[in-house]
Each structure stands twice: as C-alpha cells, then as structure tokens.
C-alpha cells in the first residue's frame, strides 16, 4: 500500500509539473512574458523565433506562439526549404514521424508559418514535425492561407510596434500514422496587438470545403480552446507595458536548441561546420535521420565521429508520397543539439 502511495503521489506530481510550460529560454515571445495557461500535459518547446506547447499524446501543437512586428515581415525572407524533419528533442513515443502522414490525404499544416520566418535557421526550425498538424489539403493550400495567414501578415505590417500570434488547434476528427497523430476538427489563430489592445481570432473548421465566418472574440476563443492565453481581460485598455515602436526592436539572439543541417549529397563545407562547432565545444548531440540513404547517412556519421569526440544517433523514417517533394526520400538530415 505505501508503494502504491508512493506511486501515486509521483504520478500526480509528474502530471501538475508537466502540466505547466516555462520557456525558460524564449518568454520574450509572450506578450508581457505571460505564458499561457492551460489543463492540457504538454512539453514547452523553445525555437529561435517562435514556441511551441507541444501535445505528447495528440502529436501536434496545443498552441504556437510568434512575436512579430511590420520591418521585420517586409525584410527579405530565405527561400523556403520544404525540408520536413522529426523533432529530435522528443522521445520516440511522443514524436509525430514522416511516415505518418504518408498515403494520409492530409498535408502536413504549419501552425508557424514558413512565410513568417525572415531568417535562414527559422525558416529550417519551421519545417520541425513539432509544428505540423494533419490539415485537410485544400484547406491548408487555400482558404488558411489565403483568408488567415495573409491577412494576418498584411496587419502586421502595418501594425506600430510588435504583434503577437497563436496559432494552434481543437478536437478529434480521428488520427493518422502508426503515432496516431490527431487529426484536429478545427483551427484557430489569435492575434494581439498591444499598441491598440485589440484581439481577434480566426476560427476555421478542418475540412477542405471549410467555409470563412466573421472573427471571434479573444473571450469566445478562450471558452472554445479552454486556454487562458493570459492577455488583458479588459482588451480596450491596455495593462501591458508599452510597447516598442516599430524599427526600435532589438534581433533576438539564436537560443542554441536543436536545427537541422541537410543533405541531399555530400557537402563537405557542412560536414567541416559540424566538426568546426564540435571542436568548439558549441555541440551536445548529433542525430542523423534518413530513409533510403543509408550510405551517405554512415558516411556523415563515421566522418563526424573520426574528426572528433562526438557520437552520432542514426535514424530512419520515410517522408510521405508528395509530387512536390519527392527528393525527401534520398535527403539526410543532421539534426544537431547546440549547447
């Protein structure tokens, strides 16, 4: 009976623990540092320019956060990677696979999105399986991007000061993948602009034939996701600090985490920088995934390990059937965890 107590008291401290996010590295993200809060277990997960609530059981996002202002939108953006990866910071049995979402008939959805990001590491951070979620494909391609992302965008560049966006998603639909990775029946973002204190959602069912309504009320949205997302309750008039004017905001510093370097072919300029950032002591760990390149995928392993102290993971998954990405299949990708 006292181990059976024992146990129990564990468990329930595990769950309120794992229960609240921290973001110890990224809470300049959050509107006035708040972090949501919500009854949903989750891992906090900190990318240089966004974060993501992370569910272990759904395999997707509760929610993401973005801290954006209007120069920073309309700077020049990389080119986007379509370089798809599994999130290596999660264990085996929370992570979303590229199998998953194979032969599923859902794409697999950004919550942050890859036109938000306006650097080369964060457009890469983007592609992280941690921040898909199964989405109905005509929908992704079409009314989410056209009717909510870029909207979105257009405020935000003509916003004074920084504006904050959580995107993230509600309900079960079914699953996909040997991971069962839920199918959400509906998605949200929320958007905040402190300058004026003003908050609005888009709320959109998950289905390729989702017709637009009206913005919901950042209340409605609360009752509908059950997450306080710690913003005013009087939106009108603003308790935050007053917020940086546009042009006046200071680039945030890469936070180190987890970022993929990828292969299509041997590049020994990339491999030289893995080596050059291990011998600096900047590296923790080094995980090489691949699906039919098991070769090159030894080859960058047994190099890595010859040239320094560091021992490298080796892992294969295979990405899903896609006429646009079909170079998936013969792709290695480092990914690699900064100190």
């Given at each position: 009976?006292?181990?059976?107590?024992?146990?129990?008291?564990?468990?329930?401290?595990?769950?309120?623990?794992?229960a609240?996010?921290?973001?110890?590295?990224?809470?300049d993200?959050?509107?006035?540092?708040?972090?949501?809060?919500?009854?949903?277990?989750?891992?906090d997960?900190c990318?240089?320019?966004?974060?993501?609530?992370?569910s272990?059981?759904?395999?997707?996002?509760?929610?993401?956060?973005?801290?954006?202002?209007?120069?920073?939108?309309?700077?020049?953006?990389?080119r986007?990677?379509?370089?798809?990866?599994?999130?290596?910071?999660?264990?085996?049995?929370?992570?979303?696979l590229?199998?998953?979402?194979?032969?599923s008939?859902?794409?697999?959805?950004?919550?942050?999105?890859?036109?938000?990001?306006?650097r080369?590491?964060?457009?890469?951070?983007?592609?992280?399986?941690a921040?898909?979620m199964?989405?109905a494909?005509?929908?992704?391609q079409?009314?989410w991007?056209?009717?909510?992302?870029?909207?979105?965008?257009?405020?935000?560049?003509?916003?004074?000061?920084?504006v904050y966006?959580f995107?993230?998603?509600?309900?079960?639909a079914?699953?996909?993948?040997?991971?069962?990775?839920?199918?959400?029946?509906?998605l949200?973002?929320?958007?905040?602009?402190?300058?004026?204190?003003?908050?609005?959602?888009?709320?959109?069912?998950?289905?390729?034939?989702?017709?637009?309504?009206?913005?919901?009320?950042?209340?409605?949205?609360?009752?509908?996701?059950g997450?306080?997302?710690r913003?005013p309750t009087?939106?009108?008039?603003?308790?935050?600090s007053k917020p940086v004017?546009?042009g006046?905001?200071?680039p945030?510093?890469?936070?180190?985490?987890w970022?993929p370097?990828?292969?299509?072919?041997?590049s020994p300029?990339?491999?030289?920088?893995?080596?050059?950032?291990?011998?600096?002591?900047?590296?923790?760990?080094?995980?090489?995934?691949?699906?039919?390149?098991?070769k090159?995928?030894?080859?960058?392993?047994?190099?890595i390990?010859?040239?320094?102290?560091?021992?490298?993971?080796?892992s294969?998954?295979?990405?899903p059937?896609s006429?646009?990405?079909?170079?998936?299949?013969?792709?290695?990708?480092?990914?690699?965890?900064?100190?």
């Amino acid at each position: 009976m006292k181990s059976l107590a024992k146990l129990l008291l564990l468990s329930t401290l595990w769950l309120a623990s794992s229960a609240f996010a921290f973001f110890d590295q990224c809470k300049d993200l959050f509107p006035a540092q708040q972090v949501p809060s919500t009854t949903q277990l989750g891992r906090d997960l900190c990318f240089d320019d966004f974060a993501i609530y992370y569910s272990p059981s759904d395999k997707k996002p509760i929610y993401t956060v973005e801290r954006l202002n209007g120069e920073q939108l309309q700077a020049p953006h990389p080119r986007r990677t379509n370089q798809f990866y599994e999130e290596a910071r999660l264990p085996w049995n929370e992570r979303a696979l590229l199998t998953d979402y194979r032969g599923s008939g859902y794409d697999r959805g950004h919550n942050v999105p890859a036109g938000d990001m306006t650097r080369e590491r964060g457009m890469a951070q983007s592609f992280s399986l941690a921040n898909m979620m199964p989405q109905a494909r005509q929908n992704n391609q079409g009314i989410w991007a056209k009717r909510v992302e870029e909207p979105t965008r257009m405020y935000i560049k003509r916003a004074q000061g920084d504006v904050y966006v959580f995107t993230g998603s509600v309900g079960h639909a079914g699953s996909i993948g040997k991971s069962r990775v839920t199918i959400p029946s509906h998605l949200y973002k929320l958007i905040y602009d402190p300058n004026k204190n003003l908050a609005w959602a888009y709320w959109v069912e998950n289905t390729d034939d989702a017709q637009m309504s009206p913005p919901i009320s950042y209340a409605e949205l609360v009752q509908k996701t059950g997450i306080d997302f710690r913003l005013p309750t009087d939106i009108g008039e603003s308790k935050l600090s007053k917020p940086v004017e546009k042009g006046a905001t200071e680039p945030r510093q890469l936070i180190g985490a987890w970022y993929p370097v990828f292969f299509d072919q041997y590049s020994p300029e990339k491999v030289a920088a893995i080596i050059s950032n291990i011998k600096a002591g900047r590296v923790a760990s080094i995980e090489i995934q691949y699906d039919r390149n098991l070769k090159l995928a030894q080859n960058l392993a047994q190099e890595i390990q010859a040239q320094s102290s560091m021992q490298v993971t080796l892992s294969q998954s295979s990405p899903p059937d896609s006429p646009n990405v079909s170079y998936e299949r013969n792709r290695v990708t480092a990914i690699v965890r900064s100190k």
